[in-house]
């Protein structure tokens, strides 16, 4: 639900209904991220967004919007290889199967960074860092990060020696390769 205190984005859909098209605005949450010609359609009542890297329409939702997002933004802006990067990869966590939202690897399969995407109106909070860094014990990313499209938080893991630390900003894909080297 979008209240009117939330700055919202106006996007044109066009449909095509037994060969006439039907042009409708939806308002989505604007967010912190840059802004990107997204294909968005409607099928049987339902909206969709296209996901580049599935390569299919999914429900729109306002995380998924979140979650496209910061995919265009890693992909565009920090030159994020959008081979390198799975949506919902299947997690199993003390017998319960779980999904991460997005996980970014090297060429050779070693993960990067988990990402967590939060619907806009979610405070990223305590409870969605405990949620990710239980994913990152068994993803063992070296970086991770949390993001209602608003707000982002990016984190290098913590690990044996160290513990978490934020960073100031989400590193550029040739920063992140090369920490692993």
Same mark, same amino acid.
């Given at each position: 639900m979008i209240t009117p205190n939330v700055d919202v984005e106006k996007i044109s859909i066009i449909s095509t209904d037994r060969g006439n098209d039907i042009c409708q605005t939806i308002t989505m949450p604007r967010l912190n991220l840059p802004s990107y010609n997204v294909r968005i359609k409607k099928e049987g009542g339902r909206l969709l967004i296209l996901d580049p890297i599935r390569k299919k329409y999914v429900t729109l939702t306002p995380e998924e919007w979140v979650r496209q997002h910061i995919i265009n933004y890693l992909v565009t802006e920090k030159k994020y290889p959008a081979s390198l990067i799975s949506v919902e990869t299947k997690l199993k966590y003390a017998c319960l199967d779980k999904r991460s939202d997005l996980l970014v690897c090297n060429r050779?399969? +070693?993960?990067?960074?988990? #990402?967590? *995407?939060?619907?806009? %109106?979610?405070? /990223?909070?305590?409870? =969605?860092? %405990? +949620? #990710? *860094? /239980?994913?990152?014990? #068994? =993803? +063992?990313a070296p970086y991770i990060m949390a993001s209602n499209g608003v707000q982002h938080y990016c984190l290098i893991a913590a690990t044996e020696h160290f513990p978490a630390r934020f960073i100031n900003e989400i590193p550029d894909y040739g920063e992140l390769k090369n920490q692993l080297l």
């Open positions: 050779n399969g +070693q993960p990067l960074m988990l #990402i967590e *995407s939060k619907a806009p %109106d979610v405070t /990223i909070n305590e409870k =969605v860092f %405990d +949620q #990710i *860094s /239980i994913y990152n014990l #068994i =993803v +063992q």
